[in-house]
């Protein structure tokens, strides 16, 4: 299988504080790999360092088969990298066409048209305003978004965060669509139980270690493991 995304043994700090720890992961084409871990594991700093965003200090990062350790954010993404960062970070003044229009479009596949037919919702709501939105469809927002760079890797943080249960599963049914559009998506969550449905394999950081690397069917067939590891939400 080809490589999208290696990780290898990066240590990454803010300041002083040693938060990764030789933390390793890889992600293949067309996979759906799992990042999961507690509060404060290091989840957001893995994705942060993958980013460009908080340069490991030590390690390697790897992009279909290229090293990019130390490679500005806006490069990666133009690389083909759509992240998704926690809080979804639309904006709130615009409308749901406007958040779209004003993000960059490149060539391929996702146009504007085509994520509002991937979610027919968003084209409901295209005059609403974007703070206006419920949480699950400005996830479908922040997805959208991503999908019209064409990334053929897609990195989510935690887009279940702060959705009612019923809403979640409609996320998650998004995530599911990704991977079968043939996107290579890294999925953090810290709902173990949720990620792992839909995962193929899985991570669990803790406290800025990987302390499990394994398929996810075998994770979440073992509930205590699960539990100890990565809480259950
Ligand atoms: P969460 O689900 O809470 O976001 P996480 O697994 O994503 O958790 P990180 O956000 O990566 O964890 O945080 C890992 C550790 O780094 C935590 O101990 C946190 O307090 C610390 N940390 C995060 N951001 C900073 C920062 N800007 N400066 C200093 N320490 C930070």
Redesign the pocket.
Known sequence: MNMVLEVENIHTY??K?H?LNGVSLKVGEGELVALL??????????M?SVMGLTPPREGHVRLFGQDVTGTSASRIASMGVGYVP?GRKIFGHLTVHENLLVARETKGPWTIDTVYKLFPRLHERRTSKGGRLSGGEQEMLAIGRALLLNPKLLILD?PSQGLAPIIVQEVMRTVARMKSEGISVLL?E?NAFLALQLADRAYV?SE?EVAYDGPAAELSADTARMEHLAGVA
């Open positions: 803010y300041g504080s938060i871990g507690r509060n404060g594991a290091g989840k957001t700093t893995t942060r926690e935690e953090v810290q950081l800025g």
